[in-house]
């Protein structure tokens, strides 16, 4: 089965800092992976995805993220964090064949003024 | 319009009382799912409808009990809850249950609160 695994529950960065929120996959298969953002009493929104094409994947909002195999990684960046950022973002992963996605257990990003 | 609707936002009910959240998409799609999010602990699955069938019951109490009358609609009928059962509560679909590149597109979920 297919599980993510994300890395630090709680990120903090400068207004204007990079943005690095990590994510590491199995998968026994090729994976699709996503990324989520859920700001406070919403539902979650996707933000991008990667389904075997580009590896490097530009989503909504200024935020990207790139599927490294070598390193079973799909972690979501930005180069410059916004006061609006701030929300909590869970990665998740499925296989062809298997519609159930896995989420990871999110990341609450906060960003400093 | 958004793609998938849940009513009520907010819910606050009383231990004895029976009430039931509804979803609604927009969006075409096959699949349909009910989640529970609370404070501090993963999102957990508690069913999944395809094509109007349930698929999926992850060893929900029996005080849940979804419906699912055709593929644009999905119920959770709430009854005798308890107030650990106080969370945020969302609806998701997707284009089919089994074909896994296309995720989800979540509601705005269903605050409840039990009293």
């Known amino acids: 089965a297919q599980s993510v695994t994300q890395l630090g529950s709680h990120v903090s960065v400068s207004e204007g800092a990079l943005v690095l929120l990590r994510c590491n996959y199995s998968?026994?298969?090729?994976?699709?992976l996503f990324w989520y953002v859920q700001y406070p009493n919403q539902g979650l929104q996707l933000l991008l995805k990667?389904?075997?094409?580009?590896?490097l994947v530009k989503g909504i909002n200024g935020f990207e993220a790139e599927f490294k195999k070598s390193e079973t990684s799909f972690h979501l960046t930005k180069p410059s964090a916004h006061m609006s950022d701030a929300a909590e973002y869970f990665c998740a992963v499925s296989v062809f064949g298997n519609e159930k996605l896995t989420f990871g257990t999110g990341t609450r990003l906060t960003i400093i003024p | 319009e958004t793609g998938v609707t849940q009513t009520p936002r907010h819910l606050v009910m009383g231990m004895t009382n029976k009430k039931s959240l509804k979803c609604e998409q927009h969006?075409?799609?096959?699949?349909m799912y009910w989640y529970k999010q609370s404070a501090k602990k993963p999102l957990e699955l508690m069913f999944v409808?395809?094509?109007?069938?349930r698929v999926e019951n992850n060893s929900v109490p029996s005080r849940f009990s979804p419906e699912c009358p055709n593929s644009s609609h999905l119920f959770l009928h709430l009854h005798t809850l308890q107030p650990e059962d106080s969370a945020l509560y969302l609806c998701a679909s997707s284009q089919n249950w089994g074909g896994g590149s296309y995720g989800y597109t979540f509601g705005s979920g269903t605050r409840l609160t039990v009293v």
């Open positions: 409808y395809s094509l109007e069938e």
């Open positions: 998968s026994s298969v090729p994976p699709y």
């Open positions: 990667y389904t075997s094409a580009a590896t």
């Open positions: 969006l075409g799609h096959n699949a």
